[in-house]
């Protein structure tokens, strides 16, 4: 009866865990290999395909482009991550009391979830045009600024990894991700018993108290799985910076999933682009390990 | 948005509820500037897909379109393939949530309800690549799609589409059985003579439709979003997907005069986003399970 009913359960298992082999677990050793092999498709026909060993972590570590792709990526997920983390916590502190239009202002507020990145890069490319921003025709009228914003090409002003064009796609990035993080801060706070503020009131409890004393050492756990998925979309991250600025200016967008396509795809050199992917493997598995186990735990329960 | 007073002694009702004001007038504050943010993109895309190109160049900005037309809406639908793209994206999509809704119900309902050797590994490697990010895995794809002869058809995007879909439609589906039927139910079933099997087709697929269409719309948004795979697997003359299009589209006719149109092809790619959004967004916060949906 036991293996009849193992054998079912492989059955049932077969056809999603070949195609998660196949296309999940098989690609990433591919390309784990891939990055220990010369891969230059204009080399191939003439040299093959032969391994080199560390050669294409050692090319990228050469390159300045490279280690600004690499700190470009990471202030990314810190800023963007940090920005949605905040503005969602804090908005989803409103959302989740009763209010009269609490509906129609919840709707509102999510409403930029499933807009395709593509969509959102393309509206923000157009709000971003510098004669014609009205972000620019604001900052006039209040008098903070006499010379137009150019948001995506600026490179004037730099501070590290940061700089107007980062700033900009960081916005958009904030934009598209922020009704997803307050949905899932709100689904966190929602699981908080009522009874503990109560209580914390009952005791004389502040707003602020409340905050810090209940709600947060309350949502933690559900913070630090948000902040895990998060951080690693972001190290992950393709769309918005390829498609508004593909990097530029001077490389103060890049990113490495962007620098790896584009080395990929321009320059043929699929080695370099496979050890880049490979670099993000290494930092999102790490970031990921205690997520998976948690999740495993938690699940087979 | 009131605030809860607390019984003390230091401060008079008044004191009370002139902080309650002003932190009722704070709070609406901050949303009414939260909605701007979120909501002026649409509006900024929305005007100017109505605007003339004489409009759309003028400076300063036209706030509102002065004389409201559909030029820009017919330009993108006749000047670019507009229709067949969104036609193409359509079916992928459509096709990748059917596919993976169903290869992934089964190992979902396995998962969720028997212990079996190996089922924690799997469950590992099921959540390890619905975290892990596309582009780790996206070159040897490529490479095994066009090796296989399916780059540029529309069962190379969808194979690809499934690397990702299925682990994703396991997670969520597996959760949800857990809660949307009592093991009690198909325990039953078995005395009674069913199989493990039509336990599975009989008793809980019918009672988890709601959580297998809420997955199949993820899913569904999910490959109907993407920009990065479908840009080279799929990415030659009409059977490019809509995304794709509205790139090229902004590539080559970026140009200001244009801007009209393509906003008006970027209205036509949010629709189906928003219409299934509102569909799934009273399902939302209560059926979130944490983990499972990536942003």
Redesign the interface.
Known sequence: MARK??L???L??A???L??????????L??IR?SFIQYDLMLIPTQGTPFVGLANYQTLLNRPEFLQALINTLSFVVVVVGGVVL?GL??AQ?LI?E?RGRGA????????????????A??????F?P????IN?ILKFLGLITRDIRFLTDSSWVLGPLSIPFLAISLVRI?N?????I??I???L?SIPNEIYEAA??D????LQRFFYVTFPMIQP?LA?LVT??A??G?????VN??LTGGGPKGLTNI??VM??NE??NQYR?DL??AM??I??IM??II?AF??RN??KE??L | MTARSAPSKYHSTQYYRGMAFLKNALTALFMGMVIIFTLFPFYWMLKSSFQTPLEIIALPPIWLPLQPTLEGYIRAVTLYPIPRYLLNSLLVSTITALLATSIASTAAYVIARFKFPGATFFLGVLIFTQLIPGITRFFPIYFLIKDVGLINTYPGLIIAYLGFSVPFAALMLQGYFRSSCPPELEEAALIDGCTDFTAFTKIMLPVSIPGITAVAIFTFLGAWNDFLWASQLLNQGQLKTLQVGLRDFLGEAGSLQRINSFMAACVIATIPSLLLYTILQRSMVSGLSAGSIKG
């Open positions: 009913r193992n079912f359960c492989y049932m298992l056809p999603a865990m195609l998660v082999l196949a296309l999940g677990l098989y690609p990433m591919a390309s891939m503005l804090l908005i409103v009391r209010f202002v919840r709707t509102l507020v999510l409403i930029s979830w499933f807009i395709p990145p593509m969509v959102a393309g509206i923000w490319n157009w709000i045009q004669e014609r921003s009205p025709l934009w991700g922020l009704p997803f993080t949905t899932f709100m689904a966190g929602q009131e009952m004389g409890a502040n707003g559900v799985i998925l998060l690693i979309g190290i992950g991250h393709f769309e390829y498609i490495l999933a790896a396509y990929a795809y699929f682009a496979a992917a490979n993000i493997l999102t598995s990921g997520y998976v999740q495993v699940r087979s």
